[in-house]
């Protein structure tokens, strides 16, 4: 009741809902915030690495004062974790850190038209600075030709579906397959049919789902299977919250029932099974690629994966996003929705996202040189295993 404006009130119910903890139970005012003309943003864009803070995204003409790769010590006066869990993080829906950092960034960006944040940070360089930032990005009217970035996930600018055949520093060849999405869009079957050739000439196979930040289930078991033995995939038990309406009235008077009445009752959910029969499969060695932007369906992908083919794959990277999912959307008003997580893994390996076989992160400057290192450390844990 304290609010003063609809904005306020809209950043209110986001924080409220972020904290069910959960990465896909959220409040979105995205649509507001486009239409909204005291909201604007900021012509720096910021990223996590390695537990530090760096600038990764800036309008050209701001390149000169904050270059890309900036690390940032502090933002007005508090150091940037600091900052960020009492100013950001409380409006983040996120179960895992690793996810409240990702979206975090976005948060970071936005605010009141001309509020200004003061940030001290080190270049490059290694030249410190301190520096008032205005949010004015939308006043100057910006395109997006007039920023620069690097990206922490390095992927290719081409199609979101990518496959081709390459040779390592070792002559080994190498079928990389880049999937950044399940939607139903993707088309499972022929995706795998152009790449059959290279991948069964290929000596392995890296699978790229670091950027995949889900979409559905079956279009990811349908690829899923062509890496596995069998036409049956067993997937992961599960809780859900179920509703009861006569329950829930008699849970007024009996004890029995009294989760129903209170929406608190829960049910576990059995393995669903999935068939189906490939038209080939794929037996070379697998590695797969994962980091906080794997997310949702890639995640259940992955859960499927280790549960029931524990030694098929290396996963390579870092943790994953932690949230799979399976949203109720309800929609509001000028375009305002709520999402409610129907659905939380009863298995142990994702209690605080999918952790990696071999953990990789890139640094700063592979990232400034735009060096997709990943490639040399599976090329070092192949030989590993064939030697071995």
């Not at 809780?239 to 007024?252: C, D, K, Q, V, W």
């Not at 209690?351 to 400034?368: S, V, W």
């Amino acid at each position: 009741m304290a609010v003063k404006s609809d904005r306020d009130y809209y950043f209110l119910l986001q924080s409220f809902i972020a904290q069910t903890n959960d990465g896909h139970t959220e409040f979105s005012l995205m649509n507001f915030l486009k239409k909204d003309r005291k909201t604007d943003v900021l012509p720096i864009g910021t990223n996590w690495i390695k537990d530090t803070l760096y600038v990764t995204y800036a309008a050209k003409d701001w390149l000169d004062e904050v270059p890309l790769g900036s690390r940032i010590i502090s933002i007005n006066g508090l150091s940037s974790e600091k900052y960020f869990e009492q100013h950001i993080y409380p409006y983040v829906s996120a179960k895992t850190l690793q996810d409240k950092r990702k979206k975090s960034s976005f948060l970071f960006g936005i605010g009141l038209l001309e509020d200004t944040i003061s940030i001290s940070f080190i270049t490059p360089k290694r030249i410190w600075r301190h520096k008032s930032v205005i949010y004015d990005g939308f006043k100057f009217r910006y395109k997006n030709s007039d920023f620069v970035s690097i990206q922490k996930q390095m992927v290719h600018k081409n199609s979101c579906y990518e496959h081709k055949v390459a040779v390592d520093g070792n002559n080994a060849s190498y079928s990389y397959l880049r999937v950044d999405d399940f939607s139903r869009n993707f088309r499972v079957l022929k995706f795998m049919d152009n790449a059959k050739n290279g991948l069964m000439q290929s000596d392995y196979v890296i699978l790229d789902l670091r950027n995949n930040p889900g979409g559905s289930e079956l279009t990811a078991d349908s690829l899923l299977m062509y890496f596995v033995n069998g036409d049956t995939l067993n997937t992961y038990k599960s809780i859900t919250r179920s509703h009861n309406s006569f329950y829930a009235a008699m849970g007024y008077s009996y004890e029995k029932y009294r989760d129903y009445y209170q929406n608190l009752h829960e049910e576990m959910m059995c393995e669903e099974e999935f068939v189906f029969s490939p038209p080939y499969r794929v037996e070379k060695p697998l590695y797969i690629l994962v980091g906080e932007f794997t997310y949702s369906a890639a995640e259940d992908f992955l859960i499927s994966l280790k549960l029931n083919f524990p030694n098929r794959a290396v996963l390579v990277g870092s943790a994953t996003g932690g949230s799979t999912g399976a949203p109720m959307v309800c929609p509001l008003f000028n375009g305002l929705y709520y999402r409610i997580c129907t659905r939380f893994p009863l298995t142990p390996i994702f209690q605080n996202g999918l952790q990696p076989d071999c953990t990789y992160e890139p640094t700063i400057d592979e990232l400034l040189n735009r060096k997709d290192c990943i490639f040399k450390h599976i090329e070092y844990l192949y030989n590993i295993s064939v030697n071995n």
